[in-house]
């Protein structure tokens, strides 16, 4: 089993992410609350060759991550009513747990394991890094999806970058935003 340089290990759950309402809040909340921080934001993007249930999509997020410990948390905010992996229906949203991230060095095996199980996958994208992501809607048997990220050198610098912040954090400048 590989172990990158920010401590899990490939093929294990790396994230837990979350719908939130208000993302600032949403930070601030587990900032004071749990003390987790700081938060490395990626403010209103789209993705660019996000797929949502097979269709082109591009709905603008927000999203925030940080570290506590060795696992990775996701703070997602959706800022239209475009349907995506995070607004799935005409109705009110739904705020809370959304996915786990699990690493992958066998990034379309995997896609494909997923499937066989019957999961569809929900949403595909490129990552900044150049890392191929999939959300396999998992949903009929567990309380969320699961996304799967392509570990590649250059995710594995990003994810390190963000846990390494992490290590010793003071408390001081909560929210680094990206870019």
Do not use: K
């Not at 990158?4 to 809040?25: H, K, M, S």
Request: glycine fraction near 8%.
């Amino acid at each position: 089993m590989t172990l990158p340089t920010f401590g899990q290990p490939v093929g294990a759950i790396v994230q837990f992410a979350y719908v939130v309402e208000d993302i600032d809040r949403a930070m601030m909340d587990f900032v004071d609350r749990l003390g987790v921080g700081p938060w490395s934001l990626r403010e209103r993007f789209q993705p660019p060759q996000g797929r949502y249930r097979g269709a082109p999509t591009s709905p603008t997020f927000s999203l925030a991550r940080a570290f506590s410990g060795h696992t990775m948390i996701e703070l997602i905010e959706q800022h239209d009513d475009s349907p995506s992996v995070y607004h799935e229906s005409d109705g009110p949203r739904r705020y809370g747990f959304h996915h786990w991230a699990i690493l992958t060095t066998s990034f379309d095996n995997d896609v494909e394991r997923y499937r066989s199980l019957g999961y569809d996958e929900a949403f595909s994208d490129l990552l900044p890094s150049g890392s191929r992501v999939a959300y396999m809607d998992s949903t009929r048997d567990v309380p969320g999806m699961i996304e799967l990220v392509e570990h590649t050198e250059a995710q594995e610098r990003r994810y390190t970058e963000i846990y390494e912040t992490s290590v010793n954090w003071d408390g001081r400048d909560p929210i680094r935003r990206d870019g």
